[in-house]
């Protein structure tokens, strides 16, 4: 959907190491989001951006951090894995306004040993 | 902030029945509200939004939904359920000069031949 495309699709690690996940999108939409999805718990948000190098946290934003120097790609790294951040994580952008929907990637199944 | 909640975490229904997904929310403002539906493995996909339009919302594959301001709900519903129906349901509100969304925890719905 709006061309997003997350990398890597699947990934295992160990707790401890850090990890980046990546999110590219083609439809040079302004505004980028990191979900992460747990059972129960719906979407919930990591971090966004509003620009280049503007970013800013969300509601779950403690041992993640997000940077974004071109408009197409919004990483995300979890500086520290642990078994917690075990999740799916979900890249979305859109386009500026409050009444726009979110277009999303398929998704990186993170799994933290 | 705002908050969605959505009542029933699994909803079955026989194919061809009607389906009713609920949704309510919590806005001091007049609300931007969006539903979307996961199938398995997938990101999300938009079936509908609201932007104050109109009250009755019509959206991809039959499913409509209607904002009730008095009650604060915006549920959605379909009149003949199918198999391909089958997924989980998601309602969001988006708040503030960057379009953040708050989801609600989902609703699966499985329907029965």
């Known amino acids: 959907d709006a061309g997003i495309t997350q990398s890597p699709r699947h990934k295992v690690t160990e707790t401890g190491t850090p990890v980046t996940l990546r999110c590219h999108q083609t439809e040079n939409h302004r505004y980028m989001y990191w979900y992460r999805q747990d059972p129960g718990h719906g979407l919930r948000l990591i971090h966004y951006?509003?620009?280049?190098?503007?970013?800013d946290k969300g509601e779950v934003s403690d041992g993640y951090s997000v940077s974004r120097s071109k408009t197409e790609d919004f990483l995300l790294t979890l500086e520290s894995a642990t078994s917690s951040q075990t999740s799916v994580y979900f890249c979305?952008?859109?386009?500026?306004?409050?009444?726009?929907?979110?277009?999303f990637g398929d998704g990186t199944r993170l799994s933290i040993l | 902030a705002q908050s969605v909640t959505q009542l029933g975490s699994h909803v079955s229904v026989s194919e061809g029945a009607l389906v009713l997904l609920r949704c309510n929310y919590s806005?001091?403002?007049?609300?931007?509200l969006f539903w979307y539906v996961q199938y398995p493995n997938q990101g999300l996909q938009l079936l509908l939004k609201y932007t104050s339009a109109a009250t009755l919302v019509k959206g991809i594959n039959d499913f409509e939904a209607e904002f009730k301001k008095s009650e604060t709900s915006f549920h959605l519903t379909k009149p003949s359920a199918h198999m391909s129906d089958a997924a989980e349901y998601f309602c969001a509100v988006s708040e503030g000069n960057f379009n953040k969304f708050y989801f609600g925890s989902g609703t699966k719905l499985n329907v029965k031949p």
């Open positions: 951006s509003y620009g280049v190098k503007d970013t």
């Open positions: 806005s001091s403002v007049p609300p931007y």
């Open positions: 979305a952008t859109s386009l500026r306004g409050s009444n726009q929907p979110q277009h």
